[in-house]
């Protein structure tokens, strides 16, 4: 049986650093950061693009899954919205897979630190602190398991997913 994890938060949250590390701990393990099929400059979010994007993801995923070589396929994005994540789950083959979607949250300090993090690296804009504290409460209405990072080290994060995978609980 092969494993999907879905990982979404808002932008800072922390997502990319707990799927490489996820991927690290899992045997026969992918990643894919949605943010790499839309990479782009300029960046332009149309209806053109958005459906290009979301193309291209279930297509890697399903590309995945069908692979023989991968267990563990993890994905990571934004997916602030249920129709995001429900979107995905309907284009993909989830044949002998279980599904575990989750949604990284934390308090309105975490998300800031993170962030100034990356703009004093060079990696951020500015704009995006508010753009990312105006989705974190978007994530209380999923319909995912929420795992609060605050004041959690990255091994502690990959640790609540991988338990909770094995004890059946996502």
Same mark, same amino acid.
């Given at each position: ?17 707990? *799927?490489?590390? =996820?991927?690290?701990? #899992?045997?026969? !393990? @992918? ?5 790499? %099929? &839309? ?18 993801? *279930?297509?890697? =995923?399903?590309?995945? #899954?069908?692979? !023989? @070589? ?5 994905? %990571? &994005? ?25 949604? #990284? ?66």
């Amino acid at each position: 049986m092969k494993n999907l994890y879905l990982i979404g938060g808002t932008m800072g949250i922390g997502k990319t650093a707990v *799927c490489q590390s =996820l991927k690290k701990k #899992l045997d026969h !393990s @992918v990643f894919l950061d949605g943010d790499w %099929c &839309w990479d782009s400059d300029p960046f332009v979010v149309n209806s053109e693009t958005k459906k290009m994007v979301m193309n291209h993801i *279930c297509y890697l =995923l399903n590309s995945f #899954l069908s692979c !023989s @070589v991968y267990e563990n396929i993890i994905f %990571c &994005w934004v997916m602030h919205e249920q129709a995001i994540i429900d979107e995905i789950v309907s284009r993909i083959d989830l044949e002998n897979t279980h599904l575990h979607c989750i949604s #990284l949250i934390a308090d309105e300090n975490t998300v800031v630190s993170h962030l100034r993090n990356d703009i004093e690296r060079g990696i951020r804009e500015e704009a995006v602190i508010e753009r990312s504290l105006n989705r974190l409460r978007c994530y209380d209405t999923l319909s995912t398991v929420k795992i609060d990072v605050t004041n959690l080290s990255l091994e502690q994060i990959v640790e609540k997913i991988i338990c909770r995978n094995e004890e059946g609980n996502i």
